[in-house]
């Protein structure tokens, strides 16, 4: 009896220590198999913030509780009163109570807390002001998190960066930013602010995909398309300081260049500096991207008009046969059959009724696994999730393309507890499904295969950075070196995709091995002597190597 209930205690401590170990890397893991999908519409609050009688930072909520210090997207400049407005635009939640923390970015520790549950109407908001401690210490960023929590005691988390000021001069430099903004609506009154300018002749000004300070005030004034201004312009402050400030202008428009009407979303980039006699405008940028449109879509003539752009370098993927494609644009999959002249769009967060604000976030996007013969699709979305029965978090999730019941299904949904913009440096390029129904992904320097039928999660590799590794996964290979951070090791791997082999290029006795680049379908690595190598006075590692190798993915030297 007392060796069964030893028995039991082990296993148990094996079950905890096993989800600490994969807690490491992936924080929570959660696995929905054979789900067909149905989007639902978004549903989240957006969140506006006042300071300075300006109403600046749109944010997005999230259904996870991130780290506040991981998100630096938006900085809320506070008076030395030390308070700013929360305006709350509901939707389809009624909002009871707000929580709000202030944290240090270094360490994370904990500096203030406290809640509003009284809140003031104003047009379509729900206003709170916080009121914030006189010991923050200026010109100091701090981490804030806020907590909307719902009639039905859901919560969600809006995150962004304060500054406390003496006086910042944020109302002044974002006065000229939104006239300059408004100005240039209007080829008269932009004359004006022309002298801030600095056109140069080898400045092509024959695209408004791509637009700045160096453009002619002609291509700065939108040229002759005329646009219709259809979101709201809130502004995002990026970064403050006494003079100089940065802001992104972020809306969408429409403007009608043949008989059917065209959406572009536009972004503005601004550098400002304040003075009391003037202000100067040290950068502006403009870029703008047509929403891709079927309507606008030749299919007759196997023509796909991608409009004002100035990515073209468009992901796609063909089948075997070359007659159909998988294709990502404005972060949306499509389908394209040259036979049946059909194009169909698979995935995407736009609704049919779009506020094209929350639904076209554009903090998540596309990578194509494969196709097979009969057109369905393997597919990751990773990022933030506009909406959905995911709506707010950030995630990695791989789906189907049934193409014959015209349907995805979820296959895999693995939750990141870290922003967007940070998962998508942590993210490999290594995304793979082999025929058996394995999915191989590369993400936080660990390599993991996770068996779709068993649903086992393996971890195959640690200490793998985007630097040692070489990528043939079309060809059904990948290698990789583990290495601590040096760019040696001991050994690389080659690994068989579809089947899960994986052969060693081993180093000899007293040297290291370095793994280099690729030509063709073949490695390059090298050798080096471990006494050869030096690490500098600056702390540079000098890796001289005595000989190159080039094997094929077979481990012939060639």
């Known amino acids: 009896m007392l060796k069964q209930i030893y028995r039991i205690i082990i296993l148990i401590a094996i079950f905890i220590a096993s989800l600490y170990y994969f807690s490491k890397d992936i924080k929570e893991v959660v696995f929905n198999i054979d789900n067909t999908t149905k989007m639902e519409e978004a549903t989240f609050p957006l969140v506006r913030l006042r300071t300075e009688d300006v109403i600046i930072n749109l944010l997005h909520g999230y259904s996870s509780n991130l780290d506040a210090n991981s998100i630096r997207e938006s900085l ?14 509901e939707s389809d939640y009624e909002i009871k109570k707000l929580n709000y923390e202030v944290r240090e970015f270094i360490g994370n520790e904990l500096i203030e807390k406290g809640s509003v549950s009284v809140f003031d109407e104003e047009n379509e908001f729900k206003t709170a002001k916080l009121h914030l401690s006189p010991d923050l210490q200026k010109e100091k960023d701090y981490a804030v998190k806020i907590t909307l929590i719902t009639s039905e005691s859901r919560k969600m988390y809006y995150y962004t960066r304060i500054k406390k000021y003496d006086s ?23 004359e004006e602010y022309s002298v801030y300018l600095e056109p140069h002749r080898t400045k092509e000004n024959t695209s408004l995909a791509d637009v700045n300070i160096h453009s002619s005030l002609e291509l700065i004034t939108w040229g002759k398309l005329e646009p ?3 979101t709201e312009v809130v502004p995002t402050v990026v970064e403050n300081y006494a003079e100089i400030a940065s802001f992104v202008l972020e809306y ?6 043949s008989d059917i009407p065209e959406f572009y979303k536009v972004k503005e980039y601004y550098r400002v500096r304040y003075t009391p006699g003037r202000t100067y405008l040290l950068n502006y940028e403009r870029r703008m991207e047509a929403l891709f449109d079927t309507d606008l879509t030749n299919v007759s003539m196997n023509q796909l008009k991608l409009g004002i752009t100035s990515n073209l370098d468009i992901p796609y993927l063909a089948g075997p046969d070359k007659m159909k494609f998988a294709f990502v644009r404005n972060r949306e999959l499509w389908f394209y059959d040259l036979e049946e002249n059909k194009i169909v769009r698979i995935f995407s967060f736009r609704q049919n009724k779009t506020d094209y604000i929350r639904d076209i976030y554009d903090q998540h996007d596309i990578r194509i696994l494969n196709m097979d013969a009969e057109g369905n699709v393997n597919f990751m979305v990773y990022g933030y999730m506009n909406r959905g029965q995911y709506e707010g978090r950030v995630a990695i ?24 913009q940070r998962l998508k440096e942590n993210m490999g390029e290594l995304s793979y499904i082999n025929n058996l129904d394995i999915f191989y992904f590369h993400i936080y320097d660990s390599i993991y295969s996770y068996d779709m039928i068993t649903k086992q999660l393996t971890k195959l590799a640690s200490n793998v950075a985007k630097d040692n590794i070489l990528d043939f996964s079309k060809e059904g290979y990948f290698v990789w070196q583990e290495s601590d951070g040096l760019g040696y090791s001991n050994n690389i791997n080659i690994m068989n995709l579809e089947t899960g082999d994986i052969q060693k290029i081993d180093s000899r006795p007293g040297y290291k091995i370095v793994l280099l680049d690729m030509i063709d379908l073949n ?4 050798f080096v002597a471990e006494n050869d190598i030096t690490t500098m006075i600056d702390g540079r590692v000098i890796i001289p190597m005595n000989r190159i190798e080039i094997a094929s993915l077979q481990n012939e030297i060639l």
């Open 76 to 89: 809320t400049p506070i008076g030395p009163e030390g308070s700013f407005e929360v305006l709350i635009q």
């Open 168 to 190: 910042g001069n944020l109302k002044k430099k974002l006065e000229f930013v939104m006239d300059f903004h408004n100005a240039i609506k209007d080829k008269e009154k932009a």
């Open 228 to 230: 219709e201004f259809i």
């Open 252 to 257: 969408v428009v429409k403007a009608k260049v």
């Open 397 to 420: 999730v791989l789906y189907k393309y049934i193409r014959a019941d015209q349907r995805i299904e979820e296959l895999v949904y693995i939750p990141v507890d870290e922003p967007y």
């Open 523 to 526: 490695l390059i690595y090298g």
